[in-house]
């Protein structure tokens, strides 16, 4: 009778631990929102690290394309250099091929969306993909600090890494872990930053209604050196972690 009881007990816990298997998602998916020049990308790479995770920056997909002089490539480079928006449905054709593969992983989505329609889109693909989002950290920062932080911006042309006031290259113009050139981005010129910065206000800045709206909405403040926020983003993620 004792066993009996002993073996109905561990057979509950090991049906209720599979259940619950199935039914929460162990992987952590992330968008980072923020205006140009608020970190978003050494956070990224923070969170890389960290959590195991992919940076999925619809930026970098575009500059690859760009570097890769591929037909998409040649398309947006004169759009990417002024600063403005590329068309949603070549964001959309880059970003799929890359979610279908991150979607496996930990990710956090940084560029993306940048409007409300592509925040709409975003929550389709999720969907065909059969992916949760778990938060949207919102990271802000004052003008004066943006337009600092752009103006000293590098990034290694090769592995992509970012360089700034934070984090200099212990070499100057080369990267630390590749070695290859670190550069300035054409679009990190104060006159193209403020334009950037402009858009951002316009368009992206509703997203934080919309995903405030859904609940997953966390604000972290950029105006701070980047161990404190990277110690807030820590402590913010570890609840969906696992
Ligand atoms: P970023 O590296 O996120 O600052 O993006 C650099 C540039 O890539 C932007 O200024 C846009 O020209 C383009 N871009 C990146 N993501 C998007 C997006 N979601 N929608 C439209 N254009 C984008």
Redesign the pocket.
């Given at each position: 009778m004792h066993f009996l009881r002993l073996f109905c007990a561990y057979t509950t816990i090991a049906l209720i631990s599979v259940f619950r298997l199935f039914l929460s998602d162990p992987l952590m998916h992330l968008i980072l929102l923020g205006p140009?020049g608020t970190g978003k990308?050494t956070i990224s790479e923070f969170i890389e690290a960290k959590f195991e995770a992919e940076h999925v920056?619809?930026?970098?997909l575009?500059?690859d394309e760009v570097a890769k002089k591929t037909e998409i490539g040649k398309s947006?480079e004169p759009?990417?250099n002024k600063?403005?928006?590329?068309?949603?449905s070549v964001?959309v054709q880059v970003l799929r091929k890359k979610l279908s593969q991150a979607k496996a992983k930990n990710f956090i989505l940084?560029?993306?969306?940048?409007?409300l329609n592509?925040a709409k889109i975003l929550d389709w693909l999720l969907h065909e993909l059969d992916v949760s989002l778990d938060a949207v950290l919102n990271i802000d920062s004052s003008e004066d600090v943006i337009i600092k932080r752009l103006s000293a911006r590098r990034q290694c042309v090769k592995c992509k890494r970012i360089y700034g006031l934070d984090v200099p290259s212990k070499k100057k113009g080369v990267c630390d872990d590749c070695g290859a050139k670190t550069m300035q981005r054409k679009?990190d010129k104060p006159s193209i930053i403020k334009k950037?910065l402009r858009l951002y206000n316009e368009l992206t800045l509703p997203l934080i209604f919309f995903y405030g709206g859904k609940g997953l909405l966390i604000h972290v403040d950029g105006n701070r050196p980047l161990q404190e926020i990277f110690e807030e983003v820590e402590t913010v993620l570890k609840k969906f972690d696992g």
């Open positions: 140009p990308g920056s619809t930026g970098d575009l500059r947006v759009i990417l600063g403005a928006l590329v068309d949603d964001v940084d560029g993306f969306p940048r409007n592509q679009d950037r």
